[in-house]
């Protein structure tokens, strides 16, 4: 099983910010093949949700408050570790994500970037999709809101 924590930038140790910053370029650098800059000054004003399983990270969501990058809360750099893709942590993470953004933030409304191969996925978890697909790093995305 995994077990979630949600930290601001300020509280995550020096480990857990390797850790997390290690994966992220895992995913969304190697496995993805997208050289982009990865660590951001969003990561300073972000909630910080680490997913573990038996103490070693396996997923990892980044929360923005409203006005940080949109104009409603966000929810970004989503991943789980490969190894770990079939035992459904991405899901357990998003509906982390959410409830911990819509409490942290105080809103029922979040707006992400979703990889275009996802929209499905974002869209089973409530979801809408809005406009058409755009790329961003040479990835196509389109972009989801969420009411509750």
Do not use: W
């Amino acid at each position: 099983m995994v077990q979630f924590k949600t930290k601001s930038f300020d509280a995550l140790s020096n480990l857990e910010l390797y850790h997390l910053l290690k994966l992220r370029s895992e995913v969304f650098v190697v496995e993805q093949n997208c050289v982009y800059l990865d660590i951001d000054d969003y990561d300073i004003g972000a909630l910080h949700v680490l997913g573990f399983q038996d103490e070693e990270l396996v997923a990892y969501a980044r929360l923005l408050p409203k006005g940080y990058y949109h104009q409603e809360a966000g929810i970004g750099r989503v991943l789980t570790r490969l190894n770990t893709r079939h035992l459904g942590f991405g899901k357990l993470l998003m509906e982390f994500a959410i409830s911990e953004t819509c409490l942290h933030f105080n809103t029922n409304e979040i707006v992400i970037s979703a990889q275009l191969y996802l929209e499905k996925f974002y869209t089973e978890l409530g979801f809408k999709t809005e406009g058409t697909s755009y790329l961003e790093d040479d990835i196509p995305h389109i972009k989801m809101r969420y009411l509750n």
